[in-house]
């Protein structure tokens, strides 16, 4: 009985050198294999390999794989003798609706291996697992989940993407679903996704282009870039440069060494170690801080502003405000000898208290007064400027 129910698991062996050809490219010998798994299509696919590896989507009703090898060879016996077997095999334990197909390379360094496999739209989720080498994806309609040494490439994903290279780079192009994007140390580039991404690198830069949903963003040494975001935008950087476009949502940023740049949000908490941050046609609450660098924040007319803070150890603050929108402002500068502020408007007079009592004060309403605006400056000026419309 034991026996019968381990070769039950077993729906289709493919000897491998029985169905392999051997062609001659110039200095190169290519060994080509190519066969369709004769089991029924599961609803799940794992690919487990060592090289790189190509799956795409097919309007077939099977899953025919191809592996074609490539070596360098000055005879036909040297060849066969740095090419070696291929284990292959596909595995569909009884009551699982899952196919394994593993295809397995016993060759040398000097051997490139390249496994492409076409899938069936009826394929809900593509595994692929591989050594050495690359994983691509295209046109599925399912989700793929790849794990590779080298890079990953996706590109028309009609479901999710599930990601993780040990250090190569990460390419996603229109995703249906969500994306999570993990890499040792290689750039992430996503030019659309649906739902919501999070991104993880230790090196390199995250660039996304477009996303439909929140987005968790990680980089240990490098920048990163959001084009247009539909919701929430959490970005956290080492080192580097942090640039937000648009966010439908709040949008939380963080970096020990660089400027963060947020063209419009609705709420911003930016924090800077040593860099300048600029808020552009922001609204709802603000929270801005940074150690060594300047702040540029510029106000919408008409937004629901709501209680913010603006604060600089070493740097200016500036402030642009649209003469109708209605603010209080407490502004406070603890500058040295002479600390300034220069302010616009009428309503928020700026009073010194001389050099025996260091700040220099800025309050007052605007407007008759609305959501609390207060500015702290250890080191710097404070502007106040007015917006004219």
Known sequence: MFRIALFSLITAL????????????????????SAPLTSRVPAQLRIVTRGNVVVRGGKGEQIVYKFVQRVKARSDAEAHRLLGSVNVSAITPPMISMTTLTVIPFAG?????????????????????TQQGSAEAYDLDGS???????????????????????????????????????SGGGSIFIDSVGGSARCETAGGEIVVNEAGGPLLLTNVSGNIEVGRAASTVEAHTG?????????????????????????????????????????????????VQTMMGSILAELIAGSRLEDSMLSASSGDVTVLIPSRLSLSVMARNDSGANPRIESDFREVPVKSFGFSHPPTLAEGQINGGGPVLRINVAAGIIYLKKLKQ
């Open 14 to 33: 493919l000897c491998a050198q029985d169905s392999s050809q051997l062609t001659r490219e110039g200095p190169y010998y290519v060994r080509t294999m």
């Open 109 to 129: 360094e000097q051997v490139s291996n390249d496994l492409e496999v076409s899938v069936p739209r009826q394929v809900a989720l593509a595994i692929v697992m």
């Open 144 to 182: 793929a989940q790849m794990i590779a040494s080298l890079g990953i490439r996706c590109d028309r994903i009609r479901g999710s993407v599930n990601g993780r290279t040990g250090g190569g780079e990460m390419r996603l192009g229109k995703i249906g679903g969500s994306a999570v994007c993990v």
């Open 239 to 287: 080192e580097g440069v942090i640039e937000v476009n648009q966010a439908g949502g709040a949008v939380i940023a963080d970096t020990r060494g660089g400027s963060i740049q947020i063209g419009s949000a609705r709420g911003a908490r930016c924090e800077s170690a040593a860099g300048a941050i600029r808020v552009k046609n922001a609204s709802g609450p603000l929270n």
